[in-house]
């Protein structure tokens, strides 16, 4: 019996030995302490050994048992540790490793222009206003002095969306509103969208606008020079010259266009002034004082200037760009550039 006994340890020893993995151990562990394992096979047929015997074989046999289950114990311990190491091993981390490289996006290049803007004339006391693009017939034509059947209707092809509303033509819109809800003194800018029938290499028939209003006591044309001078050195360059030249338009009298020296040559003559050293860049004038009393404002106390400029015009100007349409594609290859 004793043989029999050294026999099984010896073996299950030497399994524990070879046993490699977690898995493999507990293998051995069932063959021999498993309940049909053969350990316990032995337990069970201590009932045939002759009861003189029984207490001596029992030791012998709670000894290997024991022997074997240390041995079990100890190399599991190994193996959990053999393992944790190669698992940590192959999870390592090297923070020495370049990092992938971020894509951040970057600002629409109408946007950039907008907040240069807005920063402009805030810097000269301007507020910043806003609204619908969905303009009633009212204050986009007939509250700026553009009844019904005005002629200079023509000049801006209108969606309408029925016959008393539009998409808004001009953020000029915004004068009438402003004007019926505050009381002067009035600085205030609004960009925005408006809409036309409108589509070559310079026009969009979506496209964005920037209103400017003051209305105070002794507004005048000085002050719409002196203000606009300001801002073309501000988003163009120091050396930018301003010049007014007479115009029309029915909410402003007197109304002015105005020309900037081109940024590109600097007043020389190149391909994006055709040649005359200037570019127009705004429409502006006085309020007419018909306007201010059809909003609501005393024209015999107040006066005011107002302008209006296209926020893409700016941008293609500033950043030499060829055509509008690709500041509504939104090609990667172009927005990448104002990175
Ligand atoms: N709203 C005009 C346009 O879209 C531009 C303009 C002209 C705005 C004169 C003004 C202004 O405020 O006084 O063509």
Redesign the pocket.
Same mark, same amino acid.
């Given at each position: 019996m004793k043989e029999k006994l050294d026999g099984i340890k010896l073996a299950a020893l030497e399994m524990i030995e070879n046993a490699e993995t977690t898995a493999q151990l507990n293998d051995v562990r069932v063959k021999y302490l498993g309940k049909s394992g053969e350990i316990s096979a032995i337990m069970r047929d201590m009932a045939k050994v002759p009861k003189e015997e029984r207490p001596k074989i029992g030791m012998l046999v709670n000894e290997m048992r024991g022997v074997v289950e240390n041995a079990l114990e100890a190399k599991a311990q190994l193996l959990a540790r053999i393992e944790e190491e190669r698992k940590l091993k192959e999870e390592e981390i090297d923070v020495t490793m370049p990092a992938h490289g971020k894509k951040i996006g970057t600002l629409h290049p109408l946007t950039l222009i907008r907040r240069e803007l807005i920063e402009i004339f805030a810097n000269m006391g301007f507020s910043v206003d806003e609204g619908p693009e969905i303009e009633s017939d009212i204050f986009n034509f007939q509250l700026?002095n553009i009844p019904k059947d005005h002629p200079s209707r023509d000049?801006?092809d209108t969606f309408y969306v029925n016959e008393n509303f539009l998409l808004r @033509?001009? @953020?000029?819109a915004m004068?009438a509103r402003i004007m019926q809800s505050q009381k002067p003194p009035i600085r205030v800018v609004v960009p925005g969208k408006?809409y036309r029938s409108d589509d070559d290499a310079s026009h969009s028939p979506i496209f964005n606008?920037f209103?400017?209003?003051a209305i105070d006591r002794h507004i005048t044309m000085g002050d719409l020079q002196g203000c606009l001078q300001t801002f073309a050195q501000k988003i163009f360059s120091k050396d930018t010259k301003v010049r007014l030249r007479p115009?029309y338009?029915p909410?402003?009298e007197p109304?002015?266009?105005v020309d900037v020296t081109c940024s590109v040559c600097h007043g020389k003559g190149c391909r994006v002034c055709k040649g005359t050293g200037w570019v127009e860049i705004?429409?502006?004038?006085?309020?007419n004082p018909a306007v201010l009393d059809m909003c609501g404002i005393d024209s015999k106390e107040y006066s005011g200037?107002?302008?209006?400029?296209?926020i893409d015009r700016i941008a293609m100007i500033k950043y030499g760009i060829p055509n509008i349409k690709l500041l509504y594609e939104n090609d990667m290859r172009f927005l990448k550039q104002f990175n």
């Open positions: 700026l000049m801006q @033509t001009q @953020t000029s004068q408006v606008q209103e400017g209003l115009s338009f909410f402003t109304s002015v266009e705004l429409g502006a004038g006085i309020v200037f107002a302008f209006g400029f296209g």
